[in-house]
């Protein structure tokens, strides 16, 4: 007997009237007989049987008195066959959109987990479209491949829309997990003066929360994600709702000033460049913006009543520790500003002050 339920999924293609010829196999009675009891003519029992008619409302209820199962299972093997139908339409249109998948980091975002590995390139664009939330190639387009946002990249690499659309689109699934207050620009730069003092904590297990509660409280949702090759950036931040925000990091940072300077870079970039930032392939944001976020980070870090002193510092780690401490800052901070000012060389020993990170 056919199993009592309201679920079927085959994974070959079946018309509702293979079931029907099994029953009436399992019946002994033929197909006239069929349509005798159910009220049908043949020549439409004909067509049931071969897919070309569907089970209305009304045939599911004969079928469920005559055949047994519900009526209930037989509109739901109708609309699942409909469904696979549709879905083996739109594999084969899907082939002409194959060459896309070249164009994003289809194996960074399967060995990730963002998405599965499918069985044919078809599938994997149906796949990676479920990914980015868009129906068609051309939806991707228009919405993802001059993706809305600002960011901080190195201008040593080319920079990829599918590898950057990819990443930022995992930030967005990733943050709409997390809960925010209703952004609160007042609230987010007292939250970031309160947050110079997490640049003392080495352990990302340990600051990475604090930060991500922190920064949730005032409506901003931060994510940490690697990102793949063909992304060069360091962060990014994108308005996702009118009152939540995300801002994202990559964790290219292998030592704590270049970490926390990103941060704050991005807040940056939040609190003086309003809701419309946007990020167009090979280009980040013109020099004033990304000057302006990057005077922003830097006077937060060390405020600009501080920074005659650091010329004073010379290559003492006695007084680099001790200036630092006195703002309440990681010393590691105070080497990464001295040496993008070109007071310290890059290859100096007091890089042992800052903290570096290898990131799961």
């Not at 071969?50 to 079928?63: M, P, Q, V």
């Not at 479920?130 to 228009?142: C, L, P, Q």
């Amino acid at each position: 007997m056919i199993e009592q339920t309201a679920t079927f999924s085959p994974d070959w293609i079946s018309t509702p009237g293979d079931t029907i010829l099994d029953l009436l196999e399992e019946r002994g009675w033929k197909q006239t007989e069929f349509a005798e009891r159910i009220g049908f003519s043949p020549k439409h029992v004909s067509q049931l049987i071969n897919g070309k008619s569907a089970i209305t409302e009304d045939a599911a209820i004969r079928l469920e008195r005559v055949l047994g199962s519900s009526a209930r299972f037989w509109m739901n093997r109708e609309s699942q066959y409909r469904e696979a139908l549709a879905r083996e339409t739109e594999l084969e249109a899907l082939e002409h959109d194959v060459a896309w998948l070249k164009e994003i980091p289809i194996k960074h975002m399967v060995d990730s987990q963002w998405m599965r590995k499918c069985k044919n390139k078809a599938e994997q664009v149906s796949e990676a479209l479920k990914f980015f939330g868009v129906a068609s190639v051309d939806a991707w387009r228009n919405k993802y491949a001059s993706p809305l946002a600002a960011f901080r990249a190195s201008g040593k690499f080319d920079k990829q829309p599918g590898a950057v659309s990819a990443w930022l689109r995992q930030g967005e699934r990733r943050a709409s997990d997390i809960r925010t207050a209703p952004f609160n620009k007042g609230r987010f730069k007292a939250t970031l003066e309160e947050l110079r003092a997490l640049t003392n904590e080495t352990n990302p297990s340990v600051f990475i929360p604090a930060l991500m509660e922190a920064c949730a409280a005032s409506g901003v949702a931060v994510v940490f994600e690697p990102a793949p090759t063909g992304c060069p950036v360091s962060g990014a931040t994108k308005w996702i709702a009118s009152d939540k925000t995300l801002l994202m990091l990559s964790l290219r940072h292998k030592t704590n000033d270049h970490l926390w300077f990103s941060f704050f870079h991005e807040a940056g970039h939040l609190l003086l460049h309003g809701k419309k930032m946007l990020f167009i392939e090979g280009n980040g944001l013109d020099n004033e913006q990304e000057d302006e976020a990057n005077q922003f980070a830097a006077n937060l870090l060390i405020p600009k009543q501080h920074e005659e002193r650091l010329i004073l510092l010379g290559h003492s780690a006695t007084s680099i520790s001790a200036f630092a401490k006195e703002l309440g800052i990681a010393p590691g901070i105070v080497i990464g500003r001295l040496q993008n000012e070109g007071l310290l060389p890059w290859g100096t020993r007091l890089n042992s002050l800052k903290a570096r990170y290898q990131w799961q």
